[in-house]
């Protein structure tokens, strides 16, 4: 019965494999009739589909099945075409059907013009084996696609079976083609040869005209060209004409025959959209050669480019030649100036900046200062012809200017050799140094300040400079070099009384405490500001309090807070502090009472307060004690002591032996502040109590149930110093990952808040503000800590410095609500000034000066920029009257760029306003004073011819923009100047480089 069965199954099975295969056959024909009436979807798809269904055992069908399947794609421009091939070449590597599917797949990729894969394709193949009609193709595609990447051997033998070949429709391609390749390789005169016998070509004879023209032009043979170019040029049946034109007004001007070269430019110009600045420049030659000026200039003013090209040094030349025969010569003093400042042709050069600075001293031209180019003159170029002629134009010109720098340079080119040039040099020298310390370019000044000390002649003037000098310094934080120009002060002078605070503070930043007493002690005795007393108190209590003379320390906190001022409450701190230190517990407990009585704002309440506590501790005043700890914790949540408040509390109860009061409020501590210090001391306090009452049991029941592991607690602290030491040892990559690792071990560890307070130091020191920021954030958060204020400024800072003034002002916000010293809220302050002005909230800016800044909480340049942020803000808010106030303040108490620019608002807001001539004076204010600051000068002297539009003097003002127009490179001044001059003045008429074609 079994045999049976078996018999029955294997005749079902054979039967269904039939059926198979009959249909499998049937859609293989079906995809090859579609294939062969150019339905390359219908062939695509059933021969897909016989390689989806064909029988395991494979056939010849699979590989015709395979190669159509691929060629269908091909046809089609499918994107699997390429997979199609491969899996075809890998499948059937001995297929007859292989050089037919690499022929079909270069000529694919030739259309698509990816050349280097039919390089790939069609040089590891024997061309030879294919078809007449496939080999011709394939050599032109391999060689074309060559010769496009620049493999030129490759293409030229390519080109070489094509030109060899008689019988095929690639022949003229290939000279063609090869012809090309020989320019590219420089073989000109095989390239002649080849181009030349295409000049019967149909295909080519309109294209070989050019190619043959620019060789023999690159050739040199000029006179042959134009010969050939005669005839060919007046049948005009070539491409490329333009360029043929082209070729032979070049030919013309090589051969200085510029007439005809003139002609063929012209025609040239008639024929193209735009001109090169090579052409431009030949034709302008051309012009000037032929003593035509006038159309010279109007060529060669259009090359504006100040790249070093010899061909635009030689156009700025001729074209200041060209004005200076047509009579321009200010025209003709910034084309000299422009061929002097490229440094092609020196010989050139130097003869441009001989004609210019020349005709800077002819000319008077208030726009350029002749002291600077004449001295400058012979400083590049002390050998020159003309060096005494020069000298003898400087000699002629007063010294005495206000643009210090070039008065400097032109009193350091006389050598200095007479008394009166080294007084009039040390005097200029050290009023551009004040100018720079005024502008805050603390390391630009400093030379200046040794130039005038250098003169060496000790009058009140070398003293001053010294004493600035030192001022420079300590701005730049160089305390050692700051106290050695105070101490070149004549003793007792009253400089010498004057730089005795900053001397005091030099110490005090060297933590030299000793000699920062002594300073400050004398300058007591000078100074009577009652604001400057204040803080030589409080310094001076500092330094006896780093000391640890805490008697003296709190004496002179004392005196701080009767003077008075903005550091009062952290006097009485000190005060406070002080006292503690010296076991004065009822002085102590008074004077922290009195902070608390008078300075309620204060940000030292909470530490006042928990003091306090701990004095209270001390003189076992307990009930005290736990009143002022509960303060912190009811009052102040977010407080650094809100945890040790907790704790304290506990000890508190624990000395009292309040044991079960004790343990709960510590056991709310281990709650509250799980894995960290606080929680540690709780546990030895709990541990204690347990001990002392015999239920030890408690207590491992309790460490049970908090998860605590002593031996954890150790690994903990010894991975977190093991990445501090990297740190210490500026390894900040190694500390890094280091850091990381400590806080995937242990998220929650003792050292949670340092690790990330050292990775955010770590990234600052890499520059990646970025990831700074991100441990920030874990640093600042709603409990305050021992890096809260530092964490804050730095959230601020860095957020200023990524431009994302959102979060910096509401940083700086937060942190002047912190900030416990001065240094901080100024700092803070200022920071969230400049963040609400980038954020354009000038009214907040307004506000917020009023409410904040009292008069002497800033100083310096700290106090100049606040005033400058009220004047801009008051500007930009149309309080005109409130603006001017402030801009006027900064003009009498400030030098410089910032002055400048003071100026310049002034007169800008009296303009606005239709104080005409008040505008005017205060711009001619601007000019005199502060001639060096050229981007407010080019300001004020468009607003000058504002001014002189708004009262119809039209010559003055149509004067001033013309000269602007020629000083100042700035794109959008110079958008503005010729939008005003086209709006107010008739369009001279000009000649035009292009014609209508």
């Known amino acids: 019965m079994m045999h049976i069965m078996h018999k029955c199954f294997l005749i079902f099975f054979f039967s269904i494999n039939l059926v198979i295969s009959q249909n499998v056959n049937f859609v293989y024909n079906k995809g090859l009739d579609c294939f062969l009436n150019e339905d390359y979807t219908c062939a695509k798809e059933n021969f897909k589909n016989f390689l989806d269904n064909r029988p395991l055992e494979l056939s010849s069908l699979d590989e015709y099945a395979t190669y159509y399947h691929f060629l269908s794609a091909l046809k089609l421009y499918h994107p699997d075409t390429e997979f199609l091939f491969q899996n075809f070449m890998v499948s059937f590597e001995l297929s007859s059907k292989k050089i037919d599917a690499i022929f079909f797949m270069s000529e694919y990729f030739f259309e698509k013009k990816k050349y280097l894969k039919v390089v790939d394709l069609l040089s590891d193949v024997n061309l030879y084996q294919l078809a007449r009609d496939k080999k011709s193709n394939a050599f032109f595609y391999l060689g074309y696609s060559a010769y496009s990447i620049k493999k030129f051997d490759l293409s030229k033998n390519c080109f070489y079976e094509l030109i060899n070949s008689f019988d095929n429709v690639f022949k003229e391609d290939a000279i063609f083609y090869n012809s090309q390749v020989l320019i590219a390789e420089d073989d000109l005169s095989n390239a002649l040869v ?39 040029l007046d049948s005009s049946k070539c491409n490329y004409y333009p360029n043929l034109v082209l070729l032979q007004a070049q030919a013309f001007y090589q051969i200085n025959s510029y007439d005809p070269a003139v002609v063929y430019f012209e025609e040239y110009k008639s024929l193209v959209d735009t001109l090169t600045v090579n052409q431009i420049y030949q034709i302008g030659y051309s012009y000037y050669k032929k003593g035509l000026y006038g159309f010279a200039i109007n060529h060669l003013n259009k090359i504006l480019s100040s790249n070093n090209d010899s061909i ?71 050998e020159s012809e003309h060096v005494d002629e020069i000298y003898g134009c400087l000699a002629n010109i007063h010294l005495n200017s206000l643009n210090y720098n070039e008065a400097i340079i032109a009193l350091e080119n006389s050598k200095l050799q007479h008394l009166k040039n080294r007084l009039q040099y040390q005097k200029i020298c050290f009023f551009r140094a004040v100018q720079l310390f005024n502008d805050g370019l603390y390391n630009a000044a400093i030379p200046f300040f040794d130039k005038s000390i250098n003169v060496n002649i000790q009058n009140d003037l070398w003293y001053e400079a010294n004493y600035w000098k030192a001022e420079t310094y300590y701005h730049l934080n160089d305390y050692d070099n700051a106290l050695l120009s105070y101490k070149k002060l004549k003793l007792n002078s009253e400089l010498y009384l004057e730089s005795l605070y900053s001397q005091a503070y030099c110490y005090l930043k060297q933590k030299n405490y000793y000699n920062s007493i002594q300073s400050f002690l004398q300058a007591s005795k000078y100074y009577k500001d009652p604001i400057v007393l204040h ?176 031996t954890k607690s150790e690994l903990d602290s010894s991975t977190y110093y093991s990445a501090e ?62 890096y809260t204020i530092e964490g804050v400024a730095a959230l601020a800072e860095i957020s200023y410095r990524l431009q994302q003034y959102i979060s910096s002002e509401s940083y700086y916000d937060k942190l002047y609500k912190i900030s416990k010293t001065i240094d901080t809220k100024q700092k803070a302050l200022l920071g969230l000034l400049e963040s609400k002005f980038m954020l354009y909230k000038y009214n907040d800016v307004i506000k917020t000066i009023d409410k904040f800044v009292e008069e002497d909480f800033f100083s310096g340049q700290d106090n100049l920029r606040v005033h400058y942020l009220n004047a801009i803000s008051f500007y930009k808010v149309n309080q005109n009257q409130n603006a001017l106030l402030e801009f006027n303040w900064l003009v009498n108490n400030s030098d410089g760029e910032l002055k400048a620019e003071s100026y310049y608002y002034q007169s800008l807001i009296l303009y606005n306003n239709g104080e005409y001539l008040d505008s005017q004076e205060v711009i001619f204010l601007l000019i005199n004073e502060l001639p060096g600051y050229e981007t407010w000068i080019n300001n004020a002297l468009f607003l000058l011819a504002k001014n002189y539009l708004a009262r119809e003097d039209m010559f003055q003002a149509q004067h001033v923009l013309v000269e602007l ?33």
Do not use: W
């Not at 000083?967 to 100047?977: A, G, P």
């Open 535 to 710: 803080d030589i108190y409080v310094r001076t209590g500092d330094n006896y309090f780093q000391l640890g003379k805490y008697q003296s320390a709190a004496e002179f906190f004392n005196k701080s807070i009767v003077v008075g001022g903005f550091q009062s409450d952290y006097a009485s701190y000190q005060k406070s502090t002080s006292y503690v230190l010296l076991e004065e517990y009822n002085h102590a407990i008074e004077s922290f009472q009195y902070l608390l009585t008078n300075f309620p704002n204060s940000n030292y309440i909470d530490d006042a307060i928990f003091d306090l506590g701990n004095l209270y501790i001390l003189t076992q005043n307990f009930q005290y004690a736990i009143s002022s700890f509960n303060q912190i914790t009811q009052e102040f949540p977010n407080s650094l002591f809100f945890g040790l408040s907790k704790l304290k509390l506990g000890l508190v109860y624990y000395m009292q032996k309040k044991d079960k009061q004790a343990i709960d409020i510590l056991k709310n501590v281990l709650t509250l502040f799980p894995n960290t210090n606080i929680s540690e001391q709780a546990l030895g306090i709990i541990r204690n109590i347990y001990s002392e009452v015999g239920e030890a049991n408690q207590f491992l029941d309790l460490i049970q149930n908090i998860d605590h592991d002593y």
């Open 725 to 786: 030491l990297q740190y210490m040892q500026s390894n900040y990559t190694t500390s890094i990952n280091a850091f990381k690792n400590y806080l995937s071990y242990y998220p929650q560890g003792l050292f949670f808040l340092e690790a990330n307070y050292f990775l955010y130091k770590s990234y600052v020191q890499l520059n990646e503000l970025e990831e700074a920021l991100k441990y920030l954030g874990n640093i600042v958060t709603e409990k305050e800590n021992k």
């Open 194 to 232: 080849g181009l030349k016998s295409l000049k019967d070509s149909k295909k080519y004879a309109k294209e070989v005209p050019y190619f043959i023209s620019k060789i023999l032009f690159d050739l040199s043979q000029y006179d042959t060209l134009i010969s050939y170019l005669e005839p060919t």
């Open 312 to 382: 635009v040094q030689y156009a700025f030349y001729y074209l200041a030649d060209s004005y200076r025969k047509s009579n321009n010569p200010n025209e003709a003093m910034n084309a000299f100036r422009s061929a002097s400042s490229l440094k092609v042709d020196s010989l050139i050069q130097h003869d441009a900046y001989y004609q210019f600075a020349l005709l800077c001293y002819e000319q008077d031209n208030p726009l350029y200062n002749p002291i600077h180019y004449l001295s400058d003159f012979i400083d590049k170029y002390p």
């Open 965 to 997: 127009k020629k000083k100042t490179q700035d794109i959008e001044m110079l958008n503005k100047i010729e939008l005003m001059l086209s709006n107010n003045f008739n369009k001279p008429v000009l000649d035009t480089i292009m014609h209508n074609k």
